[in-house]
């Protein structure tokens, strides 16, 4: 799949949620490989800020990203309806700092990305793909994050509050793309026993009940609800009566529920990566959210390259005799016995390194190991491959490579293993040639790498 930016770009006004200000954000389309983006045009030498995990520095009461003395808050609406679009690269302009907070979900952020729409861009998408089970508890507050294997990107999301408005809730997206539809336009949400103290941290000075959905629950005096409405700039209600304070109704029976998985979008957008994993969160928060973000891109760091998923079961897309129609080796020299995935720019291949392989009896009698320079032909034999699949009547042509640059060999290789062999083109195709980087797996774990230069020359 390829990256996307937005089509055009769009403007969005209004209130900043917690300095009262009035902000307009615009969206521009982006490079590829650019991210996320915020860029504050009202500072003297308007920063950019990039929108990652890292830079997030609060996590109060929204999430605030900053690069020196340079902020932006209140962005996970915008980065969950981003995200969700499947936009990997876009450029945030903003007067302020803070995003505009709208009625406090993201379904005006959803909506004026559907109205300008998104293009494909030429780059290769690069997702992370859970493979395993990954976990991050908060003993102190109860909360847990829980991301396991899965085809796609899906969210499961709980609440649980003492409160007799609001206890417990559930919330479930199975699929992003039904994301405006089920999660958008869900509200931010606030319990009245907050905003007093929220108010003398210098918070929510644009706080209304068009833009939050405001929680009663604990019985106050009539005197001291009639003080913070005032304060607010809203009706007075009545002391006795519990229940959700807002101008408008409820868009869904469980929407604090949904928001809060909302909020988890917009922060998990920050690992700046899309991911493929279901993610289970209990009593999430920007706080853990961001925690696990974090993690996330540690993992991502730490994992440098991830192996190809291998499924046996799957039809390959070139079986042993396909190949041999395209590459002119045979025994005991070819070394691919198939090919599982190809795109324009990479492609991954397959060995199955058997007990009988002919170099073993030399290779050590008595401890046998698969020669580098095979596994480096085995690469390059794959990487042929996708070169050959660019040319038309590729049986007609063979490919040479003239340059190995940068071999590094990590791991050995026994009878037993299998070999998933991953090339991408480092450059377009010029003149014949081609560059490409490998990278040969067994498992997880890389085994080589090496770079490869190679020319297409039609047979005589």
């Keep these: 799949m390829k990256q996307k930016t937005l089509k055009e770009s769009f403007v969005i006004s209004g209130k900043g949620l917690h300095t009262g200000l009035n902000v307009t954000a615009t969206f521009l389309p982006a490079a590829e490989n650019t991210g996320y983006k915020i860029q504050r045009v009202d500072l003297p030498d308007q920063p950019i800020i990039d929108a990652v995990a890292e830079s997030v520095v ?16 209140t962005i996970e609406h915008a980065m969950a309806a981003l995200y969700c679009a499947d936009i990997d690269n876009c450029l945030i302009q903003v007067d302020a700092p803070e995003l505009p907070i709208l009625d406090g979900s993201a379904i005006v952020y959803a909506e004026a990305i559907e109205r300008v ?3 494909e861009q030429k780059a290769e998408k690069d997702y992370f793909i859970i493979k395993s089970k990954i976990e991050l508890v908060d003993e102190a507050t109860g909360s847990s994050i829980v991301v396991l294997p899965d085809d796609e990107f899906s969210i499961n999301a709980m609440v649980a509050y003492d409160s007799p408005i609001l206890s417990n809730q559930f919330a479930a997206l199975d699929h992003v793309a039904d994301f405006k539809q089920q999660i958008a336009a869900s509200r931010t949400f606030v319990f009245v026993r907050e905003i007093e103290p929220l108010l003398k941290h210098g918070l929510i000075k644009g706080g209304d009940l068009d833009n939050a959905i405001v929680i009663y629950d604990r019985v106050m005096e009539q005197e001291e609800l009639d003080r913070l409405a005032d304060s607010l700039g809203v009706d007075r209600k009545p002391a006795h009566q519990l229940g959700y304070l807002n101008n408008k109704p409820l868009v869904y029976e469980n929407e604090p529920a949904r928001h809060k998985l909302l909020d988890i979008l917009g922060d998990i957008a920050l690992v700046g990566r899309p991911i493929r ?7 999430p928060g920007h706080t853990i959210n961001n925690k696990f973000a974090r993690f996330l891109c540690k993992e991502i760091r730490r994992q440098d390259l991830q192996a190809p998923i291998y499924d046996p079961n799957k039809v390959p897309l070139m ?6 129609s395209l590459l002119p080796h045979r025994y005991p020299f070819l070394l691919v ?8 720019k990479h492609i991954v291949g397959v060995k199955n390194v ?41 049986e007609r ?12 060999f990590r791991q050995k290789v026994v009878p037993g293993d299998t070999l998933v062999f991953h090339l991408s083109m480092m450059t377009e195709l010029r003149r014949g040639c081609a560059y490409m980087k490998g990278y040969a797996f067994v498992g997880e774990k890389i085994v080589a790498e090496a770079e490869f230069m190679a020319q297409i020359i039609k047979n005589k």
């Design 58 to 73: 609060e996590t109060t009461r929204g999430t605030v990203i900053a690069r020196g003395e340079a902020r932006v808050s």
């Design 117 to 119: 729409g998104v293009v």
């Design 277 to 283: 994993g279901r993610i289970l969160a209990t009593r």
């Design 319 to 324: 079986d042993t005799n396909k190949i041999r």
């Design 337 to 344: 016995d198939k090919v599982i995935e190809m795109g324009e």
């Design 354 to 394: 058997s007990g009988n392989e002919p170099f073993f009896q030399g290779h050590f009698p008595q401890e046998p190991v698969m020669p580098g320079v095979l596994i480096v032909e085995a690469m390059a034999q794959t990487g042929g491959l996708l070169v050959l699949s660019s040319v038309d009547d590729p």
């Design 397 to 408: 042509y063979s490919t040479y490579f003239m340059k190995i640059d940068n071999v590094k």
